[in-house]
């Protein structure tokens, strides 16, 4: 099994910043690829980004383009979204997701191994 770990959530004002970590550990050599996922209330979970284990190429949903930067240390076995100019709809709960491939995909169900979540709200 693969166990992931989010950290780096909180509350922050409109256009300021964040940055989430994701930590795995366990059987790490199954990851193909890494993602960020949201859940808004009363919503769907949503694709953010997502990258190969080996780091490219990466992926965005076209609403956070040139606001975050997914990126990773394999050393250390983490992921990363930092998050800048954050605007109120960006508050949701964010989860790093684990995918033992083959395809790179943005969609849910291509995701092996899901993080418990962390609380992104950004206050207007």
């Known amino acids: 099994q693969v166990r992931l770990v989010e950290s780096g959530g909180g509350l922050v004002q409109a256009g300021g910043s964040l940055r989430l970590s994701c930590v795995a550990s366990?059987?790490?050599?199954?990851?193909?690829?890494m993602g960020w996922f949201r859940q808004a209330p009363g919503s769907e979970r949503e694709f953010v980004a997502s990258?190969?284990?080996?780091?490219?190429?990466?992926s965005y949903r076209d609403s956070v383009k040139g606001r975050f930067t997914i990126s990773g240390d394999n050393a250390k076995n983490a992921v990363y979204l930092q998050m800048n100019s954050l605007k109120p709809e960006d508050t949701a709960v964010y989860y790093c997701?684990?995918?033992?491939?083959?395809?790179?995909?943005?969609?849910?169900?291509?995701?092996?191994?899901w993080g418990q979540g962390t609380q992104v709200t950004v206050s207007a």
């Open positions: 997701a684990a995918t033992s491939g083959p395809i790179l995909t943005t969609g849910v169900n291509g995701y092996n191994y």
């Open positions: 366990g059987r790490t050599f199954r990851i193909y690829a």
């Open positions: 990258m190969p284990w080996g780091g490219s190429p990466t």
